[in-house]
Each structure stands twice: as structure tokens, then as C-alpha cells.
């Protein structure tokens, strides 16, 4: 059994031009590089601790992403086998953190999507007995950004006050955990939604959607991200070339984002031109996660 510690994240506040400064909370700092540790380590420390789950007990969740490499950090520290079921297709990168960090991937059909690893998950909780974190639908996630993610938050901004907080939104529960938290401690605070967009037209007719060019940020139904939590949420869009850019920018400032910390951050400017008062967004996760990606086709040699 590991060490039972958490880190806290540093709050900074960063300016890329002409507005004030947002404040920026820098979550690629965690162990496994990404926010996603805070859910991990909440998750199976409290099911450790209520005894759900022992030493040498299965995990398995279902995400390609961010999740499953701290599910698997988080369960070599504590002794837990880990399997990640992922659709064919993955990065090769991801996969080989998981691996790193010993644990095991089942691939499934890409023609199946998130759905055929959600079902295979499924079949190993009911054949196997693995533990499923199911992060869309365990209200630890929230939980874990709540009581955690929000009281540094609120420790580390001068004064003590947050106006609003901005967030792309995967599963939600970083937006819905930061918004209850600071509400909790008395902060009138405004949660924001950061939702990637591709504008495209065709002859004189624009067309804009949902950009899935930015990894992390999902249009997909959460049971964490209601709408009736977050009373006057607002949401702004950032088109997703506009959100690399941004994304660059950071990076060249001195802090190793990925595309959705440039997503987050481009709202988060647009929340100040609306609202007075410290604007608090989050750095998710680590530009070596897109090394293969076109955030950095411009830097390849
Ligand atoms: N992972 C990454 C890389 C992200 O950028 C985001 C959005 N901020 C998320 C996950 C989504 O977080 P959540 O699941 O808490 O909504």
C-alpha cells in the first residue's frame, strides 16, 4: 500500500494580450500529467477505504484518455490490477503509459466506439468482479474537484473570492465539482461551459458545430454535467483554430499545455470581458499527450 498523498496544484495568473489576468490552475502538474489523477486517487482511495475493493482486486475502466493513465498510476501505487478498454485506433503513446505503468488494454471494434468498450467493461464487472470507476456516472468525480480542486482554489486566489470559473466539459465533473465547491465556500460564483465549435461554410451558408479537434472536451451526455447544478451557467464558444493558437501561445510562455488549457483559457477571456472579478480556469493536461497531433505539425522538423 502506497503513501496515501495528494499534490496540490499551483494558481497562477497568466495574461496573453490586452485583458486581465486569468487565473490559471495548472493541473498537468499532476503525477500521471493530467487532472484526471484527482479523480483516480478519490475514487480508489474511497473505495479502498470502505472496503470495495483490496490489494490485487481488478479495475477496469472504460477511456482512452486521461482517465485510464491515472487509473493506472493511481492502481500501481495502490496495489490494484488495472484494464483499460479502449475502441482500435488509440495512440500508441497512451497506450504505452498504461502498459508502463503495468496495466493491461483490451481493444474493442472501432465501428462499436465508446460503446463497445463501456460494454466490455461492463462484462468484466459482472464476469471478472472488477471494480468500474464509470467516471460519467460516479459522483466521486464531481466529488473529488469539490472538496479537493475547489478548496485550493479557494486558499490560493487572493482575497478569497472567485467570480466565475470556465471549463471545457468531458464528463463535467471538473466544472460541477469547482462551481460546488467555491459555492460552498461562499463565493458568488458564475460556472461557465468552454465548448470547442468548427465554423465551416459553404458558399453563403455557415455552418457551425461541435469540434472534436480539441481531446478531453466530449458532446456526449454526462449524469455528473446537469444543467439544474449550475444555476445561470453560461456558455461560450471558441472556435477550435482560435483554441490551437491560444494553445501555442501557452506553450510558449513557459507552460506545456494541451489543446483543451487553450480552449479553457479563450473562453476564459471572453468571460472577462462579461464578468468582474477573478475568472478562474484549469490547465487539464500535458502537450507531450499531442506530440503527434497539429498542435505541433508547425514545430516538426
Ligand atoms: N481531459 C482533458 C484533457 C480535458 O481537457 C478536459 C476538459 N477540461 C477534460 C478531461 C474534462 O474534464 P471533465 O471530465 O472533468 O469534464
Not at 490559471?24 to 473505495?47: M, Q
Request: net charge neutral; charged share 25%.
Amino acid at each position: 500500500m502506497y503513501p496515501g498523498r495528494s499534490l496540490i496544484t499551483p494558481l497562477v495568473p497568466i495574461t496573453l494580450g490586452d485583458h486581465p489576468p486569468i487565473w490559471c490552475k495548472l493541473e498537468f502538474l499532476n503525477p500521471s500529467g493530467s487532472t484526471k489523477d484527482r479523480i483516480a486517487r478519490f475514487i480508489l482511495e474511497k473505495a479502498y477505504r470502505e472496503g470495495r475493493i483490496k490489494e490485487g482486486d481488478l479495475i477496469a475502466e472504460a477511456s482512452s484518455g486521461s482517465t485510464s493513465i491515472a487509473m493506472a498510476l493511481v492502481s500501481a501505487q495502490m496495489g490494484f490490477r488495472f484494464i483499460a478498454v479502449m475502441p482500435e485506433g488509440v495512440s500508441a503513446e497512451r497506450a504505452m503509459m498504461i502498459r508502463g505503468y503495468g496495466g493491461e488494454i483490451i481493444l474493442t471494434p472501432k465501428e462499436e466506439g465508446i460503446f463497445g468498450a463501456l460494454r466490455e467493461v461492463q462484462r468484466l464487472g459482472r464476469e471478472e468482479g472488477a471494480f468500474l470507476p464509470l467516471q460519467f456516472e460516479n459522483e466521486d468525480n464531481a466529488r473529488a474537484h469539490r472538496v479537493g480542486t475547489a478548496h485550493e482554489v479557494i486558499n490560493q486566489i487572493p482575497g478569497g473570492s472567485v467570480a466565475a470559473v470556465v471549463s471545457g466539459v468531458g464528463t463535467g465533473g471538473t466544472l460541477v465539482g469547482l462551481y460546488e465547491g467555491l459555492r460552498d465556500s461562499g463565493c458568488n460564483v458564475v460556472p461557465i461551459v468552454a465548448r470547442p465549435i468548427n465554423r465551416t461554410s459553404f458558399g453563403d451558408v455557415e455552418c457551425c458545430s461541435f469540434s472534436a479537434r480539441i481531446p478531453g472536451v466530449v458532446d456526449r451526455l454526462s449524469k455528473i454535467f446537469r444543467e439544474d447544478r449550475l444555476p445561470g451557467l453560461l456558455t461560450i464558444e471558441v472556435e477550435d483554430d482560435e483554441a490551437i493558437a491560444a494553445t501555442r501561445k501557452i506553450i510558449a510562455k513557459g507552460f506545456p499545455v494541451g489543446p483543451s488549457s487553450g480552449l479553457n483559457f479563450c473562453a476564459a477571456i471572453e468571460a472577462a470581458k462579461r464578468i468582474n472579478g477573478p475568472i478562474v480556469t484549469v490547465f487539464p493536461d500535458r502537450m507531450e499527450r499531442y506530440f503527434t497531433t497539429e498542435l505541433f505539425s508547425t514545430y516538426r522538423s
